[in-house]
């Protein structure tokens, strides 16, 4: 039983390289997230796809695209990475984007930029 | 808009002894409501969810949560800790309004250590 799979698991970038974290999900949802976790913030939603061909903007969007590839992947690309985006970031899916659809999670990708 | 509020930064309680997290929310309607837990080097494992009906809920792990809509709080208790319940644990509530529908809004999670 996979669920969500995230790749890479770890990452070390320099300033300004740019690089796409991949996630993909085996669970028929036809909505997914990325979030980023920070010490002491929670998670913060960065971008979302409520159905394959549709991306939305969270709380903390600046500095990220997406790409709904289909409806089992969606990926997270830094253009030009930034130490401020030294996070752990989880992408999730719901079988839709409703309130009474739980969010499943991925193990994360921890993502240091120097 | 919404919001969690999760007290506790860190909580430490001995094995065998009993569990309350607390975890306040702002919403206008009736809420969504999670609780999730998160282990080191992990993503996040979702222990229950209220969504109407009665407000005691039943999650795995032998843990439960009350909705107390006069105090806006949704707190996770458990009888008796194990160690294997230290984790780190998440509320989170859900928006059923216009552009943010579907999204989870998290509180910044309560750290909870458990004494042999």
């Known amino acids: 039983n996979a669920g969500v799979t995230q790749t890479p698991k770890f990452q070390v970038l320099k300033t300004g390289q740019s690089m796409t974290l991949q996630c993909a999900q085996d669970?028929?949802?036809?909505?997914m997230y990325w979030y980023r976790q920070d010490p002491g913030m929670g998670l913060r939603l960065i971008y979302y796809?409520?159905?394959?061909?549709?991306?939305d903007k969270g709380e903390v969007p600046n500095g990220y695209n997406v790409s709904r590839l289909n409806k089992r992947e969606f990926s997270l690309r830094l253009e030009s990475a930034a130490p401020s985006q030294t996070s752990v970031y989880f992408c999730?899916?719901?079988?839709?984007?409703?309130?009474?659809?739980?969010?499943?999670f991925g193990d994360g990708t921890r993502l240091s930029i120097l | 808009a919404q919001s969690v509020t999760q007290p506790d930064i860190h909580i430490t309680v001995s094995e065998g002894a009993s569990l309350e997290l607390r975890c306040n929310y702002s919403?206008?309607?009736?809420?969504?409501l999670f609780w999730y837990v998160q282990s080191p080097g992990q993503g996040l494992q979702l222990l229950l969810k209220?969504?109407?009906?009665?407000?005691l809920v039943q999650g795995i792990k032998g843990f439960e949560a009350e909705f107390k809509r006069s105090q806006s709080s949704f707190n996770l208790r458990k009888p008796s800790v194990h160690w294997s319940d230290a984790a780190e644990y998440f509320c989170?509530?859900?928006?059923?309004?216009?552009?943010?529908?579907?999204?989870?809004?998290f509180g910044r999670g309560t750290q909870l250590t458990v004494w042999p």
């Open positions: 999730a899916s719901s079988y839709q984007t409703g309130n009474n659809q739980p969010q499943h």
């Open positions: 669970m028929n949802h036809n909505s």
């Open positions: 796809s409520a159905s394959e061909g549709t991306t």
């Open positions: 919403y206008g309607a009736t809420p969504y």
């Open positions: 209220y969504f109407s009906g009665d407000t």
């Open positions: 989170a509530v859900g928006s059923d309004r216009g552009s943010t529908l579907g999204r989870l809004y």
